[in-house]
């Protein structure tokens, strides 16, 4: 093979390998950026779109793990058998020589698998959210390891009968699982529920993650940052290593600083414009989830007008109910319009506070079921508006500290993206606990 040739091979093929590194730092740069930019939400308030919950794992029929026997939402297990043998092989030495020569291999084959999840709920101070596992990644808990020989019952007790060629008659059995009630870190897409009217995280092929982890928020940020690192380190390597490279082959050449010098400013080149190119799809899908949180209330809002015109139909029937109830029900029925963002909400602001005390004091309204449900479906609504008023103003809070740090604000300068104003505490009012209005 001609010097050139060989060349031009070392460098593309250094130059993937650099590609590759870059691609694998920023996609998880890309990951992290996305964990810190996303609010904890509580079960109850949780939205459609990219949502992280933190909670226990908690299940009406949890699952039984296959060693340990143990209560848990998933499991995986494995099997491996060890194996030994001595290898004769014959070989020709550099003077054309035939020999015989001895070796011994030994290793672990897997001999039996399986792993199974169930939807299960996550449960914080709020509620319960359901979870949907499959096809995401976990991050679950050691809970069975051990290495046995055939004498043990556990070897064929769990085990397969057939065994491996070679086998030294040693397994080792593993199993991983997410026990109940452990806590959990779960990130992934939330939508609507086919069988009621709730949400649920499941997988989706467009969302950018879904991680349910028994680790830390604070522990899986740390290794994402490390891996970052790891790949962008071994990429500057490679690229040095290709410039090596390029230098030795080149026949009759001094070695020369020049080689290194071209290939290390076309790394941090290459290393700028992946930084840029991930911090602004990082502001483009920030600002997006900022619109969706807004979306939310607007959704909620929505829910609570169509409640009142049920209410009012409720209290109609009802004669002698006092003045203040009569002024009540008419201000709802005037006042069913939506607050547009960033506006204080007089019309809505407390309605499910002042209809419960002004309706306390009436025994048949109090115990009509058709008023409760309707009532309890208001209260419900009016704690949901109030979470989402909260969540809407944690991610646009994040949106905004990103459009301040230096350097993430020039990029954001460059977008043309501007801050979003946050939602007053007096906007919205947090619904009372539900009142037991039958009592």
């Known amino acids: ?78 099997i491996d058998e060890h194996w030994s043998r001595t290898v004769h092989e014959t070989y020709t030495d550099s003077k054309g020589q035939t020999h015989t020569r001895t070796r011994q291999e030994s290793g672990w084959t897997n001999v039996a698998k399986d792993s199974k999840a169930a939807p299960f709920y996550v449960k914080d101070d709020t509620g319960l959210l359901r979870v949907v596992p499959e096809g995401a990644s976990i991050e679950a808990k050691e809970i069975f390891e051990r290495t046995c020989s055939r004498n043990d019952p556990l070897y064929y007790g769990k085990g397969p009968e057939k065994q491996v060629a070679n086998s030294d008659h040693r397994r080792r059995f593993h199993e991983t699982a997410i026990p109940l009630h452990a806590l959990l870190y779960i990130v992934g897409q939330a939508h609507e529920r086919e069988d009621v009217v709730a949400a649920e995280i499941a997988r989706d092929k467009t969302a950018p993650m879904f991680l349910i982890s028994m680790k830390t928020e604070k522990q899986v940020n740390t290794r994402l940052g490390v891996t970052v690192w790891v790949w962008f380190i071994l990429g500057l390597i490679l690229g040095l290593g290709t410039a090596l490279a390029w230098n030795l082959l080149r026949s009759n050449a001094v070695v020369s600083v020049l080689p290194f010098i071209i290939a290390l400013i076309i790394f941090l080149l290459a290393a700028g414009i992946g930084w840029l190119w991930t911090v602004y799809n990082g502001f483009i899908n920030l600002h997006h989830r900022v619109e969706q949180g807004w979306s939310q209330i607007e959704v909620q809002l929505k829910r609570r ?19 203040a109830t009569q002024t009540l029900v008419t201000e709802m029925r005037t006042q069913l319009t939506a607050t547009p963002p960033g506006v204080a909400g007089p019309d809505f602001k407390g309605v499910a506070r002042r209809l419960i005390a002004a309706i306390e004091n009436y025994p048949e309204l109090k115990a009509n079921e058709s008023f409760i449900r309707l009532q309890k479906s208001l209260v419900e609504t009016e704690q949901r508006i109030a979470l989402a008023r909260d969540y809407f103003n944690e991610i646009a809070t994040f949106y905004n500290n990103r459009l301040e740090i230096v350097p993430d604000r020039w990029v954001g300068a460059l977008a043309r993206l501007r801050p979003q104003t946050l939602m007053s505490a007096t906007d919205f009012e947090r619904a009372p606990v539900i009142v037991k209005l039958a009592e």
Request: one cysteine or more; charged letters at 15%; a neutral charge.
């Open 1 to 78: 093979m001609q010097s050139g040739t060989l060349l031009l091979i070392v460098v593309i093929v250094g130059s993937l390998l650099v590609a590759g590194c870059l691609f694998g730092a920023f996609r998880n740069l890309s990951r992290k950026r996305l964990l810190n930019d996303n609010p904890t939400s509580k079960t109850q308030g949780v939205f459609i779109g990219l949502v992280e919950v933190k909670g226990t794992a908690e299940s009406e029929s949890p699952l039984v793990s296959y060693l340990a026997g143990a209560q848990c939402v998933q499991y995986s297990w494995q």
């Open 305 to 323: 007008a169509d409640l009142i015109p049920n209410l009012v139909e409720a209290v109609r029937g009802y004669r002698d109910y006092e003045q």
